[in-house]
């Protein structure tokens, strides 16, 4: 195997939550290699800082507003980046995230948190069905239209790489994130059956599955807010990861670069663990 089979030039990729912090990084490593990047994000000032910093450090690249749960605007999105690069390889599903009213307070449920007296104790009766359903929504739905809109353009070239973003969650269920843990688990079996589904119109489907990694959405699980530190859920999770640290965005790059290159061409199906080891740790 020589170095060519990771060569991505020409390759275009469209990223949705291509505005947060992991799905920028992803781009600026694509973008690294040659790949005409389309940042998609709800937040269309995020998609369009995130595009400039591409830009800036020397790669092609385009800001679009899209919401990953509108069919329509994921459509119009398709659109404009054909328009733009003339065709689509790479889809990077990074839209997805938890919320603190879908989250448990404690790890488990005491009987003494059925009383009215309790006080703000939240327990998997507790959690708003609401707020459970725009997680699941967020991450699965928000990976199955995306996947809708873009790999048809890819089928009308008979070729394309999918990468999903599930999570070590999704086979080690943690505690407290239950909608998280729900979705994710989802997002892992929908990329094993469009692998298989998919292969016929050469289009690849696997995902990553990050362990922890402080984002917007989970630092207020792992971190203090009043002191920048640690919470003990925090320290729980680096003591529990190998390699004693949380992930950094661009760790994340190596894996994607991988999975939409060649050097990847009979991998289909796949769910890469990016955990530090944390999934393969016992605990003792």
């Given at each position: 195997m020589t170095a060519d089979v990771f060569d991505l030039k020409g390759r275009t990729a469209v990223i949705p939550g291509g505005g947060g912090v992991l799905g920028g990084s992803i781009g600026l490593a694509l973008?690294?290699?040659g790949v005409a990047v389309a940042i998609l994000d709800i937040r269309e000032a995020a998609a369009v800082e995130a595009a400039g910093r591409i830009a800036a450090a020397g790669g092609r690249a385009i800001g679009v507003g899209c919401d990953a749960l509108d069919e329509g605007s994921l459509t119009a999105a398709a659109g404009r980046v054909v328009a733009e690069f003339g065709r689509i390889d790479i889809l990077v599903n990074a839209a997805g995230g938890n919320a603190p009213a879908a989250t448990t307070s404690k790890e488990t449920a005491e009987p003494r948190d059925l009383l009215a007296e309790a006080g703000p104790s939240r327990t998997f009766f507790d959690l708003e069905?609401?707020?459970f359903r725009r997680v699941l929504d967020l991450n699965l739905l928000g990976t199955v239209l995306p996947c809708r809109a873009f790999g048809r353009e890819m089928a009308k070239q008979g070729r394309g790489?999918?990468?999903?973003?599930?999570?070590?969650?999704?086979?080690?269920?943690?505690?407290?994130?239950?909608?998280?843990?729900?979705?994710?688990?989802?997002?892992?079996?929908?990329t094993c059956w469009l692998a298989t589904h998919l292969?016929?119109?050469g289009i690849r489907v696997n995902a990553i599955a990050p362990g922890f990694f402080l984002t917007d959405q989970n630092r207020f699980l792992l971190t203090d807010e009043k002191t920048g530190g640690l919470t003990p859920r925090g320290r729980a999770v680096v003591a529990h990861t190998p390699m004693g640290r949380f992930g950094a965005p661009q760790?994340?790059?190596?894996?994607?670069?991988?999975?939409?290159?060649?050097?990847?061409?009979?991998?289909t199906g796949a769910v890469i663990p990016v955990d530090g080891g944390f999934s393969a740790y016992s605990g003792v």
């Open positions: 973008a690294g290699r069905i609401a707020a790489s999918i990468v999903n973003i599930s999570s070590m969650t999704a086979s080690r269920p943690l505690t407290k994130v239950a909608a998280y843990s729900a979705a994710k688990a989802g997002v892992s079996n929908l292969a016929p119109l760790d994340l790059a190596g894996a994607v670069v991988w999975l939409v290159s060649d050097a990847s061409s009979f991998v």
